[in-house]
């Protein structure tokens, strides 16, 4: 039997077709496999690849080849859909642009959790400790039917049209999350998620009508009509290209992370933090302090892994008068993100935010490849440093900011440090307590803190902590009150009391009666002697080298944990202390940034690094 020359065109061009759905499938299927990520523990070859080739996750690398994946990645969604609507006449096109489909699913789950894509809105409710491994299994299972479509076996169309079910429903309930999301916080509607669930949906019709219903009986239907109308080339082509300009431009739109939830607060907030255990514990604690302080800290890993132990000591904490900071180290069960979305409107202005991570800087210090940074390599630089830094709170676990959690819901964020406070605040903390404790300077900390936050306006205070390594651990009730008036004076707005461990004998932690009578007194004193002015315009500044991640601690201290003390390092610290036994408590130390150049004239004098003098007029 002969073929016209019409049949053998026809040929030509399903030949081409099916060629080209094999490159297709088998590209993304190849992309997939590079950006896949089952859990935080095991790098991708994407990560390993730009380890290799030292490309920071904040690098405009990083960010021009986000962009250009989100791009591609949409387009040749809308390019597939258009392939639905268009070339799905029969059951051997519908199944390879479904193979088609289903590797660019599994492709776009796993570039999504590499590249940051669309991570946002699953942070927000979506704990990390499984999801990754669940998208990973999803893709796996996506890129693997691709495959599996290639063939010539008629039992997986079947298979396809079961399997796009499952891929609809799995979209369409992320789609919710993302809606959900979209109306709360105003965000950027994540465009890919939405056109998943779209070529999820056409893959569902058109393999369902290839297997059970035969075109030509429908040549002639109104629902035909309809369809050639509204997925013409014109009307098609127009509404597609309006989805991806829009869609680009939202992904293109600066986010926020790390903006202050709030000015700094006004009263001074003194209190003590529950480290124990038990809900019985810290009632016992609540009774004891609530006629001497007015905020509880919940500084408890325990009871943040614990949903109803830690509403039942919130709800007896603010119904005896105090306010409460609730800690978490990170948000690792799916409960504490809808316990975010609630404790504003549950505990209103009793509930003031959340104290979140311990000693950011300090670990940066101290353990520089430590638990924010320990997949990429050291900088390069301060200014990397500083650039790294900043970046581990809006990229942490598997691209997840715990920090932009509050960020989004209009949360405080507070932690306790003892160095670094300046980028602690730029990393996007709201209020920082210095530690007073061991043999620091109590004077250096607060000039580092205080002018941090004054330049920034932030908030900030202090925490005592321990003195020694047993017990009693923390220093004598005398000095606790000293270091707590010391703070007032200096024009602290939180004044806490660090109370940990608990033990088998105690029933108040490490505290005493000597402690809990230190904060009756200074209660009293609190409440007889209004707070000294804390007018930065009568304050002298030390501006540090921007970006200068000195430590304080002493003569051979890092910066940035990284490097050894430089060359101006001795002069600093010479000028400082010198700067100290000049102008006493009404020195405060800043850094030499956009910050400062935008607050210039709030103190009376500046005293650089350099030894330039500039004073205010």
């Given at each position: 039997m002969k073929l016209s020359l019409d049949d053998h065109n026809e040929a030509q061009h399903v030949l081409s077709f099916k060629q080209l759905s094999r490159i297709s499938t088998l590209l993304f299927v190849a992309l997939g496999i590079y950006f896949a990520w089952p859990f935080f523990g095991v790098r991708s070859f994407f990560r390993q690849t730009t380890t290799f080739f030292h490309i920071s996750i904040g690098s405009s690398f990083f960010i021009e080849l986000q962009t250009l994946v989100y791009i591609c990645s949409l387009a040749i969604g809308l390019i597939i859909a258009f392939s639905f609507l268009k070339f799905a006449t029969d059951k051997e096109r519908a199944k390879r642009i479904a193979g088609v489909n289903f590797a660019w699913l599994g492709f776009m789950l796993e570039a999504s959790a590499g590249l940051s894509l669309q991570w946002i809105p699953y942070d927000i409710w979506i704990s990390y400790n499984y999801?990754?491994?669940?998208?990973?299994?999803?893709?796996?299972?996506?890129?693997?039917?691709?495959?599996?479509?290639?063939?010539?076996?008629?039992?997986?169309?079947?298979?396809?049209?079961?399997?796009?079910?499952?891929?609809?429903?799995?979209?369409?309930?992320?789609?919710?999350?993302?809606?959900?999301?979209?109306?709360?916080?105003?965000?950027?509607?994540?465009?890919?998620?939405?056109?998943?669930?779209?070529?999820?949906?056409?893959?569902?019709c058109y393999l369902f009508r290839s297997n059970l219903i035969k075109t030509k009986d429908l040549a002639h239907s109104r629902f035909?009509?309809?369809?050639?109308?509204?997925?013409?080339?014109?009307?098609?082509?127009?509404?597609?290209?309006?989805?991806?300009?829009?869609?680009?431009?939202?992904?293109?739109?600066?986010?926020?992370?790390?903006?202050?939830s709030g000015s700094p607060t006004k009263n001074v907030n003194v209190g003590v933090t529950f480290c124990g255990d038990t809900v019985s514990q810290a009632k016992l604690l609540v009774d004891k302090v609530k006629n001497y302080t007015n905020v509880f800290v919940v500084d408890s890993w325990p009871i943040s892994q614990n949903e109803s132990a830690?509403?039942?000591?919130?709800?007896?904490?603010?119904?005896?008068?105090?306010?409460?900071?609730?800690?978490?180290?990170?948000?690792?069960?799916?409960?504490?993100?809808?316990?975010?979305?609630?404790?504003?409107?549950?505990?209103?202005?009793?509930?003031l935010g959340i104290y979140l991570y311990d000693e950011p800087g300090g670990v940066q210090l101290d353990i520089p490849s430590g638990k924010y940074d320990n997949t990429t390599l050291l900088p390069i630089n301060y200014a990397a440093a500083t650039d790294k830094f900043v970046q581990s709170f809006r990229t942490g676990n598997r691209e997840k900011s715990d920090m932009e959690m509050l960020k989004l819901r209009?949360?405080?964020?507070?932690?306790?440090?003892?160095?670094?406070?300046?980028?602690?605040?730029?990393?996007?903390?709201?209020?920082?307590?210095?530690?007073?404790?061991?043999?620091?300077?109590?004077?250096?900390?607060?000039?580092?803190?205080?002018?941090?936050?004054?330049?920034?306006?932030?908030?900030?205070?202090?925490?005592?902590?321990?003195?020694?390594?047993?017990?009693?651990?923390?220093?004598?009730?005398?000095?606790?009150?000293?270091?707590?008036?010391?703070?007032?004076?200096?024009?602290?707005?939180?004044?806490?009391?660090?109370?940990?461990?608990?033990?088998?004998?105690?029933?108040?932690?490490?505290?005493?009666?000597?402690?809990?009578?230190?904060?009756?007194?200074?209660?009293?004193?609190?409440?007889?002697?209004?707070?000294?002015?804390?007018?930065?315009?009568?304050?002298?500044?030390?501006?540090?080298?921007?970006?200068?991640?000195?430590?304080?601690?002493?003569?051979?201290?890092?910066?940035?944990?990284?490097?050894?003390?430089?060359?101006?390092?001795?002069?600093?610290?010479?000028?400082?202390?010198?700067?100290?036994?000049?102008?006493?408590?009404?020195?405060?130390?800043?850094?030499?940034?956009?910050?400062?150049?935008?607050?210039?004239?709030?103190?009376?004098?500046?005293l650089f690094w350099n030894e330039t003098t500039i004073t205010s007029t």
């Open positions: 999801s990754l491994l669940i998208f990973f299994i999803l893709a796996v299972s996506f890129l693997t039917f691709s495959v599996l479509l290639l063939t010539d076996y008629k039992w997986t169309r079947k298979l396809g049209y079961i399997t796009s079910c499952f891929s609809f429903i799995v979209n369409a309930i992320i789609l919710i999350v993302i809606a959900r999301f979209f109306a709360m916080f105003a965000g950027p509607f994540s465009t890919l998620t939405a056109l998943m669930t779209v070529n999820s949906s056409l893959q569902i035909l009509k309809i369809k050639e109308f509204f997925f013409s080339c014109k009307v098609l082509g127009t509404i597609l290209l309006s989805i991806l300009l829009v869609g680009t431009f939202v992904f293109l739109q600066p986010i926020n992370y790390t903006g202050s830690l509403n039942s000591i919130c709800d007896y904490a603010i119904f005896s008068g105090l306010h409460i900071i609730v800690y978490f180290a990170w948000f690792n069960q799916y409960w504490q993100a809808f316990w975010l979305d609630s404790a504003k409107d549950r505990w209103g202005d009793m509930f209009g949360i405080k964020a507070f932690t306790s440090d003892y160095a670094l406070y300046w980028f602690d605040y730029e990393a996007g903390y709201d209020g920082l307590f210095a530690e007073f404790g061991w043999n620091y300077s109590r004077q250096l900390n607060i000039a580092l803190v205080r002018g941090a936050a004054t330049i920034l306006n932030k908030d900030w205070g202090i925490i005592v902590t321990w003195t020694y390594n047993s017990w009693p651990y923390i220093e004598s009730g005398d000095k606790l009150y000293n270091d707590m008036v010391l703070a007032y004076d200096n024009g602290a707005k939180y004044i806490l009391v660090f109370n940990y461990p608990y033990n088998s004998s105690s029933t108040y932690g490490i505290l005493g009666e000597e402690h809990f009578d230190a904060l009756a007194k200074f209660w009293n004193h609190k409440n007889s002697n209004p707070q000294p002015n804390d007018s930065s315009s009568s304050r002298v500044a030390y501006v540090l080298p921007n970006d200068y991640g000195y430590g304080f601690r002493g003569p051979n201290d890092t910066i940035w944990g990284v490097w050894p003390a430089d060359s101006v390092t001795y002069k600093i610290i010479q000028n400082v202390f010198s700067s100290f036994q000049q102008y006493g408590t009404n020195l405060d130390i800043v850094y030499n940034s956009q910050f400062f150049v935008n607050n210039e004239f709030r103190y009376n004098k500046f």
